[in-house]
Nanobody, 123 residues
Framework: QVQLVESGGGLVQAGGSLRLACAAS????????MGWFRQPPGKQRELVAV?????????SYADSVKGRFTISRDNAKNTVYLQLNSLKPEDTGIYYC???????????????WGQGTQVTVSS
């Protein structure tokens, strides 16, 4: 059974940075695509970024975070990261990671979820 544990969230001022991490266990990490989603207060969960399996050569981002956020993976550590730069108050929410066999499935929010980590950006 796959387990995902997110970390790195916190309270930061607008313009600041955070680095989120999602550690996976119970699966052959390198063969799975990964993604980050977020759920703003009072809103539905939304896609933030995804990364392909293996070397992670393919990535995709929501328009709202392009140029500010970077997704990456370290297969040796079974961990996927999300670097958040130039944070805005509208980036506030609970950030979740997702793991599945293919990018297509991750994009649809299938597969395994972590418990989430809270990111709060003050103005």
């Amino acid at each position: 059974q796959v387990q995902l544990v997110e970390s790195g969230g916190g309270l930061v001022q607008a313009g600041g940075s955070l680095r989120l991490a999602c550690a996976a266990s119970g699966s052959i990490f390198s063969v799975n695509a990964m993604g980050w989603f977020r759920q703003p207060p009072g809103k539905q969960r939304e896609l933030v970024a995804v990364i392909s399996s293996g070397s992670g050569s393919s990535t995709s981002y929501a328009d709202s975070v392009k140029g500010r956020f970077t997704i990456s993976r370290d297969n040796a550590k079974n961990t996927v990261y999300l670097q958040l730069n130039s944070l805005k108050p509208e980036d506030t929410g609970i950030y979740y990671c997702n793991l599945d066999r293919t990018l297509a499935r991750v994009l649809q929010g299938f597969g395994s979820w972590g418990q989430g980590t809270q990111v709060t950006v003050s103005s």
